[in-house]
């Protein structure tokens, strides 16, 4: 119960700091479902996971470093008991288990996944190019879909090193499903997920 309250009141709270707005629906509801999107700040997660419908949101869980989120009794009882993530740990000599496997489970659990196929957070609208992970866990699992997330604005809200985040309008704007290709290779889905990401980027001002 006390969970419950604590996820519906850190979605008013993410709601009311970024004034979201959703400018296009997510497609219908599936859960062999992966959302990919931009990567800018430490609250990019959180915006996808408040602006998915709730019966979306109940399967969707995050993809997070277990080095960040186990830091602090606070951070592991919000990545565990309130987002669900998944907990990958990012260094390749710490890691215990493979990561693709990891997640692959959770799929196969009937859960949707929300990942950051870039790797690492930076400022810019530019988009890195995607580590190749996406690929692999499309291989693993050849009936998931992939979602392009794009996010507005949420790198002057939180941006890398603040701790206080600034009130700011934001924006989410999800795409198009996509699948992985029969013989697809993986530098040409790579590119593809890319893509359609950086289509649903707005149009910069003048």
Same mark, same amino acid.
């Given at each position: ?6 996820? /519906? ?6 709601? $009311? ?5 959703? $400018? ?19 609250? &990019?997660?959180?915006?996808? *996971?408040?602006?998915?419908? &709730? ?11 277990? &080095?960040? *989120? ?40 009937? +859960? ?9 957070? +930076? ?12 690929? +692999?866990?499309?291989? /693993?699992?050849?009936? $998931?879909?992939?979602?392009?997330? *794009? $996010? ?35 530098? &040409?889905?790579?590119?593809?997920? /890319? ?12």
């Amino acid at each position: 119960m006390l969970t419950t309250l604590i996820a /519906r009141s850190l979605k008013a709270f993410i709601i $009311l700091l970024t004034g979201a707005r959703v $400018l296009s629906d997510p497609p219908a509801a599936s859960k062999q479902r992966v959302y990919y999107a931009n990567h800018c700040s430490h609250g &990019d997660f959180v915006l996808i *996971w408040s602006a998915l419908p &709730d019966a979306l949101r109940q399967h969707t869980r995050p993809v997070a470093g277990a &080095d960040y *989120w186990c830091k602090t009794p606070l951070r592991r009882y919000l990545i565990n008991k309130v987002f669900k993530g998944v907990l990958i740990e990012r260094n390749p000599q710490q890691r215990e288990q493979d990561p693709i496997a990891i997640l692959a489970a959770a799929i196969e659990q009937q +859960h949707a996944l929300i990942i950051f196929p870039e790797g690492t957070r +930076h400022p810019s609208r530019e988009v890195l190019p995607f580590k190749s992970g996406v690929y +692999h866990l499309a291989i /693993r699992c050849p009936n $998931l879909e992939f979602v392009p997330v *794009w $996010l507005d604005n949420l790198n002057r809200v939180m941006p890398k090193g603040r701790i206080v985040p600034l009130p700011l309008l934001c924006t989410v704007r999800f795409g198009e499903a996509l699948r992985l290709q029969p013989n697809e290779s993986k530098q &040409d889905f790579l590119e593809r997920t /890319r893509t359609a990401l950086l289509e649903l980027a707005p149009e910069p001002s003048l």
